[in-house]
C-alpha cells in the first residue's frame, strides 16, 4: 500500500497542473504551492514563540478545528497559530481568518517536503482535523517527538485501516498521540485493530462551534427587510438537484418566502437559480433596492460566501442541500442550532449528526419533490408539532457540546504545551 501512496502523492500533483488550464479549482491548488515554502520562510522567519499547528481538508474541517484552535489560543497567548489546508475550498474562504497568525497551503506530502516543513515551522503541537492522513508529515512528527494529536475523528468498517490490506493505514494511526473520536463506533472500530489506549470519545467539536456562531449572531437588516412577518424556508447549500426538488413548493406558494444560498455561487450556478425560482432576486441586487417596496419577489438568491451560519436564524423551516447528491447531506447544526427543523434529502447516513437529529425528531428527510411539499405542509399547519420539532432540533445540539474542553483539558493535564 505505501508504494501505491508514492505513486499517489506523485501523481496528483500532476494531474492538478494538467487540470489547472481549465479548472479554476486546480489552479488555485497549484499555485497556491508554487511558492508555499519560500512563504513559509519568510513568515517565520523572525518567530520566537512556540508554534501551534492545525491542518484541516477543507471549509469543513477548519469549523471543527477552530474551536479549539481559538481555546488554546486564550489559554496559551503565548504561542502563534499556524493553519494549513490541502484544499481551495478551505484556504480561499478562510485566508484572512484573523484568529490564526500564519494560513497556508499544505505541501504535498513527501519525505523531503515533510522534513522541509517542519523544520521551518518548528510546532510544538499538531492537530489533525477528521479525515486527514498523510504519512510523511506523520512519520516526521513521530521521529520528532512532537506531540501530534487527530481531533474530531470518525471511523467506519469500510475504512482501509480496518482491512487485510490496512497495515500502511494502521502505521499512520501509531505516529499520533492521541485519538479523539466522535462516537463509540469509532473507539470500537479502533480497539479492535490495537488502539485502546490513545484513543478517547470527545464527540464532535462542530457541536461547540455552531453553538458560539448562534451566541454572536448579529441581525442582516436586508434579510429581516425581505422575510417581514412571513413564514420562510431557508435553503443552505443547495445543489441542482435539491433546487428541482424546491422550486415548484416556493413557486406555488407566494405567500411563503424562501431564501436560498446555493453551495456554488458561480455566474452560471446563480442564473440556473435565477431560472428555477420564478419570482427570484440576488440578494447583491435586493442589497441595493433594499428600502424599495417590492412585493413581488418572495425568493432571495444569495450570491456571497459567510452569511449561511446566521440566515437560518431567519427559517421557519430549514432546509440543507446535498442530500440528494453522493456527498450527501451538508451541515445540519448550523440550522439545527437555532431551535428550528431541519429537512434533507436522502443521502445523510455517513453523517452521524443527520442520523441522530432524525432520531431526535428535529428533522425530516424526503425522497421527492412530492414529499418535500407533504413535509413543509404539515410542519407549516401543525404548530404544536412544529414547536416540538424546533425543541427537538435545538436540544440534540446543547446535549451534544463540551468536545472541545475535553480536548483543551487533556492538552493541559497531559503538559503538552508546557516548556
Same mark, same amino acid.
Given at each position: 500500500?505505501?508504494?501505491?501512496?508514492?505513486?499517489?502523492?506523485?501523481?496528483?500533483?500532476?494531474?492538478? !497542473?494538467?487540470?489547472?488550464?481549465?479548472?479554476?479549482?486546480?489552479?488555485?491548488?497549484? $499555485?497556491?504551492?508554487?511558492?508555499?515554502?519560500?512563504?513559509?520562510?519568510? %513568515?517565520?522567519?523572525?518567530?520566537?514563540?512556540?508554534?501551534?499547528? /492545525?491542518?484541516? *481538508?477543507?471549509?469543513?474541517?477548519?469549523?471543527?478545528?477552530?474551536? #479549539?484552535?481559538?481555546?488554546?489560543?486564550?489559554?496559551? +497567548?503565548?504561542?502563534?497559530?499556524?493553519?494549513?489546508?490541502? =484544499?481551495?475550498?478551505?484556504?480561499?474562504?478562510?485566508?484572512?481568518?484573523?484568529?490564526?497568525?500564519?494560513?497556508?497551503?499544505? +505541501? /504535498?506530502? =513527501?519525505?523531503?517536503?515533510?522534513?522541509?516543513?517542519?523544520?521551518?515551522?518548528?510546532?510544538?503541537?499538531?492537530?489533525?482535523?477528521?479525515?486527514?492522513?498523510?504519512?510523511?508529515?506523520?512519520?516526521?512528527?513521530?521521529?520528532?517527538?512532537?506531540?501530534?494529536?487527530?481531533?474530531?475523528?470518525?471511523?467506519?468498517?469500510?475504512?482501509?485501516?480496518?482491512?487485510?490490506?490496512?497495515?500502511?493505514?494502521?502505521? /499512520?494511526?501509531?505516529?499520533?498521540?492521541?485519538?479523539? #473520536?466522535?462516537?463509540?463506533? *469509532?473507539?470500537?472500530?479502533?480497539?479492535?485493530?490495537?488502539?485502546?489506549?490513545?484513543?478517547?470519545?470527545?464527540?464532535?467539536?462542530?457541536? $461547540?462551534?455552531?453553538?458560539?456562531?448562534?451566541?454572536?449572531?448579529?441581525?442582516?437588516?436586508?434579510?429581516?427587510?425581505? #422575510?417581514?412577518? =412571513?413564514?420562510?424556508?431557508?435553503?443552505?447549500?443547495?445543489?441542482?438537484?435539491? $433546487?428541482?426538488?424546491?422550486?415548484?413548493? #416556493?413557486?406555488?406558494?407566494?405567500?411563503?418566502?424562501?431564501?436560498?444560498?446555493?453551495?456554488?455561487?458561480?455566474?452560471?450556478?446563480?442564473?440556473?437559480?435565477?431560472?428555477?425560482?420564478?419570482?427570484?432576486?440576488?440578494?447583491?441586487?435586493?442589497?441595493?433596492?433594499?428600502?424599495?417596496?417590492?412585493?413581488?419577489?418572495?425568493?432571495?438568491?444569495?450570491?456571497?460566501?459567510?452569511?449561511?451560519?446566521?440566515?437560518?436564524?431567519?427559517?421557519?423551516?430549514?432546509?440543507?442541500?446535498?442530500?440528494?447528491?453522493?456527498?450527501?447531506?451538508?451541515?445540519?447544526?448550523?440550522?439545527?442550532?437555532?431551535?428550528?427543523?431541519?429537512?434533507?434529502? +436522502?443521502?445523510?447516513? !455517513?453523517?452521524?449528526?443527520?442520523?441522530?437529529?432524525?432520531?431526535?425528531?428535529?428533522?425530516?428527510?424526503?425522497?421527492?419533490?412530492?414529499?418535500?411539499?407533504?413535509?413543509?405542509?404539515?410542519?407549516? !399547519? $401543525?404548530?404544536?408539532?412544529?414547536?416540538? %420539532?424546533?425543541?427537538?432540533?435545538?436540544?440534540?445540539?446543547?446535549?451534544?457540546?463540551?468536545?472541545?474542553?475535553?480536548?483543551?483539558?487533556?492538552?493541559?493535564?497531559?503538559?503538552?504545551?508546557?516548556?
Amino acid at each position: 500500500m505505501k508504494f501505491l501512496y508514492d505513486i499517489f502523492i506523485v501523481c496528483y500533483p500532476l494531474i492538478a !497542473k494538467l487540470l489547472a488550464t481549465k479548472n479554476a479549482k486546480a489552479k488555485l491548488w497549484i $499555485d497556491g504551492r508554487t511558492t508555499v515554502f519560500e512563504q513559509l520562510k519568510s %513568515a517565520l522567519a523572525n518567530n520566537n514563540h512556540p508554534v501551534i499547528w /492545525m491542518h484541516c *481538508s477543507s471549509l469543513g474541517e477548519f469549523e471543527q478545528g477552530r474551536p #479549539v484552535a481559538e481555546q488554546l489560543k486564550q489559554q496559551y +497567548p503565548n504561542h502563534k497559530l499556524l493553519i494549513t489546508f490541502f =484544499s481551495p475550498s478551505g484556504y480561499e474562504v478562510q485566508k484572512n481568518y484573523a484568529g490564526a497568525n500564519w494560513i497556508f497551503y499544505l +505541501p /504535498m506530502d =513527501s519525505a523531503l517536503n515533510a522534513t522541509s516543513f517542519l523544520n521551518i515551522v518548528q510546532p510544538s503541537l499538531i492537530l489533525f482535523v477528521k479525515y486527514e492522513f498523510w504519512f510523511y508529515y506523520l512519520r516526521e512528527a513521530k521521529k520528532r517527538n512532537i506531540p501530534l494529536l487527530l481531533i474530531s475523528g470518525i471511523f467506519r468498517e469500510n475504512q482501509p485501516f480496518f482491512k487485510w490490506y490496512g497495515s500502511f493505514h494502521k502505521q /499512520m494511526l501509531n505516529y499520533f498521540t492521541h485519538l479523539f #473520536v466522535q462516537n463509540i463506533k *469509532s473507539k470500537d472500530l479502533l480497539q479492535q485493530i490495537g488502539f485502546t489506549d490513545t484513543v478517547s470519545i470527545c464527540g464532535d467539536t462542530r457541536f $461547540d462551534r455552531v453553538l458560539a456562531i448562534a451566541q454572536q449572531f448579529t441581525p442582516i437588516p436586508e434579510i429581516e427587510h425581505f #422575510v417581514g412577518n =412571513s413564514p420562510t424556508i431557508v435553503a443552505g447549500s443547495t445543489w441542482t438537484e435539491d $433546487d428541482l426538488e424546491l422550486a415548484h413548493f #416556493v413557486n406555488t406558494h407566494p405567500s411563503i418566502k424562501c431564501i436560498v444560498a446555493p453551495h456554488d455561487i458561480s455566474k452560471s450556478r446563480l442564473e440556473q437559480c435565477l431560472n428555477y425560482y420564478k419570482n427570484a432576486i440576488l440578494f447583491s441586487e435586493w442589497k441595493t433596492n433594499a428600502l424599495h417596496e417590492n412585493t413581488n419577489y418572495n425568493c432571495l438568491i444569495i450570491d456571497n460566501i459567510g452569511m449561511l451560519s446566521k440566515l437560518y436564524y431567519y427559517a421557519t423551516i430549514c432546509y440543507v442541500g446535498g442530500g440528494f447528491g453522493n456527498d450527501g447531506v451538508h451541515n445540519v447544526l448550523e440550522a439545527a442550532v437555532y431551535n428550528k427543523p431541519v429537512i434533507f434529502g +436522502p443521502e445523510y447516513e !455517513k453523517f452521524i449528526e443527520a442520523t441522530e437529529l432524525l432520531e431526535a425528531d428535529g428533522a425530516f428527510t424526503i425522497n421527492s419533490a412530492v414529499e418535500l411539499e407533504t413535509v413543509f405542509n404539515e410542519i407549516l !399547519k $401543525d404548530e404544536m408539532a412544529y414547536k416540538k %420539532a424546533c425543541n427537538n432540533a435545538g436540544n440534540y445540539v446543547v446535549s451534544k457540546a463540551g468536545a472541545t474542553n475535553k480536548i483543551v483539558s487533556f492538552i493541559y493535564e497531559k503538559r503538552l504545551l508546557t516548556n
